[in-house]
């Protein structure tokens, strides 16, 4: 019991410091938000899109998308909007599924019970809930 409140202490900690604000929903948001809605989908100068921004998208054009990378065993990588306050977290809110991203290659990721999780900023071409990778950024 106690090792339960000790890892989630651990990982409101990295997900505090990693730009998520907490909405006493026990969901943690991808980071900041880009300030008003940029247009057609495109990310603001400066700043990407949040999950759900990009699957409202109509874009062809590659997207900037921020969110929450979750890779669990036996299930698809996601870019998550939020984070569940599990342990190890699990995606809440709008999520898309990420083709072409090796998650554990990514700078910054953390690895419990075969998940493995991090902030990141994915560019690439969304469509029909996929999010199919051409760049990373942490």
């Known amino acids: 019991m106690r090792w339960t409140a000790v890892a989630a202490a651990v990982v409101v900690m990295l997900v ?19 300030s008003g809605g940029p247009a057609a989908g495109a990310p603001a100068p400066g ?18 998308v921020q ?9 698809p990588v996601r870019l ?5 306050e599990s342990y190890p977290p699990q995606c809440g809110g709008a999520s898309l599924i990420v083709e072409g991203l090796n998650a554990a290659a990514l700078e910054g990721m953390e690895t419990a ?3 493995t999780w991090g902030q990141a900023e994915l560019l690439g071409t969304v469509a029909d ?10």
Request: some cysteine; aromatic content about 2%; charged content about 10%.
């Open 113 to 115: 019970s075969d998940v």
């Open 67 to 75: 969110g929450a990378v979750v890779a669990a065993a036996g299930q």
């Open 16 to 34: 505090t410091a990693c730009g998520g604000g907490s909405g006493g929903d026990g969901l943690y948001g991808g980071g900041d938000e880009p």
């Open 47 to 64: 700043g990407a899109l949040t999950v759900s921004q990009a699957l409202d998208s109509a874009s062809g054009e590659p997207l900037l």
């Open 129 to 138: 809930g996929v999010l199919t990778v051409s760049s990373t950024s942490i």
């Open 80 to 84: 998550c909007e939020l984070l569940a």
